[in-house]
């Protein structure tokens, strides 16, 4: 799945590319704001081992996609190099029902927010379309990690820290002024150990000794959106 979304979106921007190679640059535009929604693919690894740890009827369901929604704020600094600017918040679960522990909806729910920032060259840029590759980081500014085991609810967080990787996206204009846009990122996204407020550390069983939990939001997301530009 990963695989096909990254084919297709390459070869979007590649068309849009061979497009508009030779073509005017994209109208006289320095700014643009829009909002996306985004998908993406995950491994919370010791989440999803603290999990099997503590459901296992049935099974611990692994956590594996996420959803999440953003905005941002881009800026043409010279031409075909921008900077862009964000917000994204992104959330991802696995709750099931259970007869060990007895309980109802046992398991995770992850909320994170960053602030989000790239630098992109534009591969191809006109009046009509236009593709772009970069680099791409991100600041933690909550993480948050809700364990629920049987009645009891366990609420945990993480100190904030940042996040790096890369990004490929286009779109193409509808009028003069709106453009809907595809974008997929990678990011290495990692925190510290997740505590509780009283400064209780999660902890897992791995390899014959106690390991302290970390979230990990590492992956590729997807995303799909509308953008503003003036």
């Known amino acids: 799945m990963k695989n096909l979304i990254l084919l297709a979106l390459m070869v979007f921007i590649s068309d849009q590319a061979f ?4 073509s005017s640059s994209r109208m006289g535009n320095r700014f643009g704001i829009g909002a996306y929604y985004l998908t993406g693919f995950f491994n919370p690894a010791d989440l999803n081992i603290k999990g099997g740890q503590l459901i296992t009827s049935p099974k611990f369901q692994n956590i594996t996609q996420g959803q999440g929604f953003g905005g941002f704020f881009d800026f043409k600094v010279v031409e075909s190099f921008h900077v862009k600017v964000g ?5 991802m679960s696995s709750k099931q029902d259970t007869t060990t522990p007895a309980g109802r909806e046992s398991g995770f729910q992850i909320k994170q927010d960053l602030a989000t920032f790239a630098f992109n060259y534009y591969l191809a840029e006109n009046s009509s379309n236009f593709a772009y590759i970069g680099a ?19 609420e945990y967080s993480a100190p904030s820290g940042i996040g790096y990787g890369a990004n490929v996206g286009g779109g193409f204009m509808i009028g003069e002024n709106f453009a809907l846009i595809l974008e997929a990122t990678y990011l290495i996204n990692k925190t510290d150990t997740l505590k509780t407020a009283s400064g209780s550390e999660m902890t897992y069983s791995g390899g014959g000794s106690t390991k302290k939990a ?3 939001t590492s992956g590729l997301t997807a995303s799909v959106g509308v953008g503003l530009f003036f």
């Open 19 to 22: 497009a508009a190679r030779g």
């Open 87 to 91: 917000y994204e918040s992104l959330s």
């Open 136 to 154: 791409k980081g991100a600041y933690q500014l909550t993480n948050g990690v809700t364990q629920r085991n049987t009645n009891t609810v366990t």
């Open 214 to 216: 970390i979230l990990d």
